[in-house]
């Protein structure tokens, strides 16, 4: 029996993708050859990577205007260089909402000045920074807009007259937001789009070739822009997973029709997790991520038969991260309402018996 995947990335995928992808593992659409065993420089491959460079730009509402999607290797880590690398001529500025801005920061930190234009330190990231001054000199203002560790989520962006760069690695495709005010964004596949091995990059062009350093060819955004994403042998299959999901999404309706259910799926959650004394929450109430809610017991007594509810009810992966404790339940696009259900039955389950 298929497990309610809660777990925080890699972590659930449409199933229709996983069946589509395991047929193309042993044959691609009728054409005799694996996915795997083809040249990417087939026809056949050159398509599923125009497909899918495409319709990341189309469900983000921003075909036409300038951007560029590449598919590129080295996880969202590699970006934390990359963006600096290309982008980091004297001063950026960071907004430290945690463990994944804070890896930006050290990695960017080797190119120039990083300031730190507001942090949530101070309450162990419980909340995302709000009233900061941003300074006018900078290259560009680097965002994580959703904290998978600690469950909090930008709801608002700032303006800024430097370009906006984002890590969206774990609520890409899941709400609606004018993607155009970003500069560049950028995301690991493997919470919304598809299996670890590859990241979308999305960046508008003009915000490039401004830095004076030379860049190695693997990380200059321009080179990956000239090749078409194709500068050395891609990650064939993360790619074309990624596809599927991306069409499995745009026929589900696109990014409003998903909203509209991740919405359900965080309402569900979180009203648990105020109306029920056995359970507190961690982020900020105003902050809260629709995609990783993060939650304890108020009691550790209770530790032992929630645990044991939750194993025999076939739920995966909702401990939290070791920097928070507790509990997560991650609810990324492809986990569906019925599966958040469950576990809130068992949340209210354990009032009763507490
Ligand atoms: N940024 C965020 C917001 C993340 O959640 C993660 C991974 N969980 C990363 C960056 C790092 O991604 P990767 O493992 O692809 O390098």
Redesign the pocket.
Known sequence: MKKHNFS??PCALPQEVLAKASQAVVELDDSGLSLVEISHRSAAFVRIMENARSLALELLGLDGKGYHALFLQG???LEFLMVAYNMLEKKAGYINTGT?SAKAIKEAKLFGEIDEVASSKNENYNYIPKGYTIPADLDYLHL?S???IFGTQFKEFPKTAAPLVC?M??DIFSRQIDFSQFGLIYA?A?KNMGP?GT?LVVVREDILGKVSRNIPSMLDYQVHIGKDSMFNTPPVFAVYTSMLTLEWLKNLGGISAIEEINDKKAQLIYSEIDLNPVFKGYAKKEDRSTMNATFDLTDGKLKEPFEKMCREANINGINGHRSVGGYRASMYNALSLESVGVLVDIMSEMERKA
């Open positions: 925080a990335g996880g969202a880590s994944w994580t959703n904290n998978t890590d690695s774990s690991g493997q670890a990241t």
